[in-house]
């Protein structure tokens, strides 16, 4: 609902009205975090020739294309939330014949022999470390306000945007905006444009595995586009800091019971098939990645995801909640970390060990660790209705520390490995039964607002999902409901940082001079007098 201003309104009131927010905003600006800006906007990889890289990235995978039909079934997994004493059998839905069956572990183990040599040769600038996110023309808007919060949190992490597709208000942004929050656009299409044969069309969740391999960052925190930062990320890489020194790779849960096919497993190798107990599914809105250390599983994860659509999706969830990307960055951790233990004559696998040249490497292993404390969910009670906004997710570095003091406690620590420079194997939390894990609840890190998409250009489309008014007293109404817990978990009030932080966008961008927006030149000089009135529709109408 837009509130709109009465023509009979004097002027001596109307500045009365809008004075409070003026000075609410000229302070939020001087007292903005630190931004700092890039020379580079839009990063073009070699855009005059194709990049070797890439033509052999996407010959490595067409090569070991599948030769079996796609995964046909129309039952579903259940949709089931994951308890550390869940008790049922894995589903088996898909039923192939066993010639299919065939083709595809045929198809994986020829990607698996590459994987050593291939993973040589996975891009990136050494011993950098930055966030990366992945957008086009449906989603930029969620860019923005994670740029924004991102800042908001503290982090002075530099941010890398992958372009899926663009627009000429895209170019705008990445042009005049976005190097304001030390993040730069990479179009890695304008590459692609000159490869023969060109790659084929990706679908929207295959571009994640994308942006974190176009990524020239070796230390990766990637982000989906609809993410809220709640507390600063950085000490997740700080020196020394776990569980990211000892693994280089962190993923995080999601509600759901994995529902994968064991038939999987079988294709992987004949690798062991993990028991529902061991862990919740993976939610792949968050990725924490050490290229460097984990080439090979961004790539294994890559081929699982070339090759999703058709195969590798489909046989990860059987259709179960959330099916998509979710489950191939976890299980390609998973399954080399399982081949590396057999012998090679028994369709095991050797490991690329280049990473421990590097200087950074010195104390480091490799593994894999999943955050344990599970997700809860936030929504709004409006008018007789609850809505979902977001999933709050953990500090992995608290997490690990409740995890090995909960260990501790239980006289069943961790095995200390001190004479492998990586760590392979992370079973030893199927042998110490059910933990009694308290993690500090003020460390909450992420807000994946996945209900709602927190895009910036519609904060004040009242059916955007946003803003909403109360419909006894007329009021708007608090975005996340009562303001309380999000102040006492991250010590400020996160919703009002993020109106603020909407006004000041617009405040930055002046759509007065600019001839689209979103394509739609209708809307170029109204947005931002819309936002300025819900801003304190909001902040000035209602208690705090």
């Known amino acids: 609902m837009v509130i709109r201003s009465s023509p009979k309104l004097s002027s001596l009131k109307y500045i009365a009205l809008i004075l409070p927010l003026l000075f609410t905003i000229i302070y939020f600006y001087h007292h ?40 046909m079934f129309k039952q579903r997994a259940d949709g089931l939330n994951w308890k550390p004493d869940f008790d049922r059998a894995r589903p088996e839905i898909w039923h192939p014949d066993p010639k299919h069956v065939n083709a595809l572990s045929s198809s994986h183990a020829a990607f698996i022999k590459t994987l050593p040599d291939f993973a040589r040769h996975l891009p990136y600038d050494a011993d950098t470390t930055g966030i990366v996110t992945t957008a086009g023309k449906g989603n930029f808007g969620q860019v923005i306000t994670l740029l924004v919060m991102t800042r908001q949190s503290g982090s002075k992490l530099p941010i890398q945007i992958v372009v899926d597709s663009s627009s000429v208000w895209i170019d705008k942004l990445c042009a005049n905006l976005v190097p304001h929050y030390n993040a730069a656009c990479i179009y890695v299409q304008d590459i692609w444009a000159h490869l023969n044969p060109p790659p084929p069309k990706f679908d929207r969740f295959q571009w994640k595995f994308l942006a974190m391999v176009a990524s020239t960052f070796q230390n990766i925190l990637f982000l989906d586009a609809d993410i809220i930062i709640a507390n600063n990320p950085d000490a997740i890489f700080a020196p020394g800091a776990e569980p990211f020194k000892s693994t280089g790779f962190i993923a995080w849960p999601d509600f759901w019971v994995p529902s994968g096919s064991k038939i999987f497993y079988q294709i992987a190798g ?11 599914t993976s939610e ?5 990645l050490d290229k460097a250390r984990h080439a090979d599983t961004l790539l294994l994860a890559s081929y699982y995801n070339y090759h999703g659509p058709a195969h590798y999706m489909a046989m990860l969830s059987q259709h179960g909640p959330g099916e998509g990307d979710k489950e191939t960055f976890l299980q390609a951790a998973y399954v080399l970390e399982e081949l590396a233990k057999k012998p090679l004559e028994h369709g095991g696998y050797t490991p690329p060990m280049e990473w421990t040249k590097l200087p950074s490497a010195k104390g480091q292993k490799k593994g894999f660790y999943d955050v344990k404390k599970m997700p809860t969910a936030h929504g709004r009670d409006a008018n007789g209705k609850w809505r979902g906004m977001f999933m709050k997710q953990m500090d992995p570095v608290e997490d690990w520390r409740a995890l090995q003091q909960a260990a501790k406690e239980a006289k069943h620590p961790a095995p200390a490995d001190t004479h492998s420079p990586y760590l392979f194997d992370s079973s ?11 993690q500090d609840e003020k460390k909450i890190m992420f807000f994946h607002h996945n209900g709602v998409k927190p895009d910036f250009s519609d904060v004040a489309k009242e059916n955007a999902g946003l803003v909403e008014t109360d419909e006894k007293t007329g009021k708007k109404m608090r975005m996340w409901g009562d303001p309380k817990w999000i102040v006492e978990t991250t010590g400020r009030d996160l ?46 109408h209602l208690e705090p």
Do not use: Y
């Open 284 to 288: 792949s809105g968050m990725i924490v």
């Open 495 to 540: 919703e009002k940082i993020l109106w603020l932080s909407t006004v000041d966008v617009w405040c930055r961008l002046d759509w007065m001079k600019t001839s689209l927006i979103k394509g739609k030149p209708d809307r170029t000089l109204r947005f931002p007098t819309r936002i300025e009135e819900s801003d304190e529709a909001i902040f000035f």
């Open 32 to 71: 903005r975090p630190a931004i700092l800006a890039e020379e580079s906007t839009r990063l073009r990889l070699l855009p005059h020739k194709p990049n070797d890289f890439w033509v052999d990235f996407f010959t490595r995978l067409e090569a070991v294309r599948p030769h079996a039909p796609p995964l």
């Open 428 to 438: 030893w939390l199927s042998t110490t039964g059910n933990l009694t894990v308290q």
């Open 270 to 280: 004949g690798i062991p098939v993990p028991q529902l107990t061991d862990r919740a």
